[in-house]
């Protein structure tokens, strides 16, 4: 059985190709916004990764499944953002990534990221993680003054 040992969400990754050592930057729990006025929908250009570590149960055989990761907005509208293929061993585990250059934003409030287990002849997904993120926007009061004097 393929077992899910982790997730974060950070800005970026790094791996030491002579190591495989991986090192995770700008771990993201929460989003602080200052916005020109109340919007509905925002899109933030801050790249982002979703990165989760998978090992194996099994110490004689090699154990395949998918990995699906899902952003689900506050109102509970779900996007699905990756799916990718796991492959592990006694002897190997599975990282995988799931990179995004933007957030897409639907106002304030809990957002998280479901990261699920598909595997064997099993059609189901099982989710194995839910990773927060909380989101506050500020209106920035100073572009309101300005364009009020107009």
Excluded at 18 to 30: A, D, G, K, P, R
Excluded at 100 to 106: A, E, N, P, T, V
Excluded at 123 to 131: N, P, Y
């Amino acid at each position: 059985m393929i077992r899910h040992v982790w997730s974060v969400l950070c800005g970026n990754s790094s791996i030491d190709h002579q190591t495989s050592i991986i090192s995770l930057l700008n771990v993201i729990e929460q989003l602080n916004l200052v916005i020109p006025k109340q919007l509905e929908h925002i899109n933030v250009p801050v790249p982002f990764e979703v990165v989760s570590l998978w090992a194996s149960d099994s110490i004689t055989s090699l154990e395949q499944g998918k990995c699906r990761v899902t952003f689900v907005n506050p109102q509970g509208v779900q996007t699905i953002l990756s799916l990718a293929d796991i492959k592990v061993s006694a002897e190997q585990n599975c990282r995988t990534i799931t990179r995004s250059q933007m957030f897409k934003l639907d106002g304030q409030g809990k957002y998280e990221f479901i990261v699920e287990l598909q595997q064997g002849e099993n059609e189901s997904w099982d989710s194995v993680a839910k990773v927060p993120l909380q989101v506050k926007y500020t209106i920035d009061k100073k572009e309101i003054d300005e364009s009020s004097t107009y």
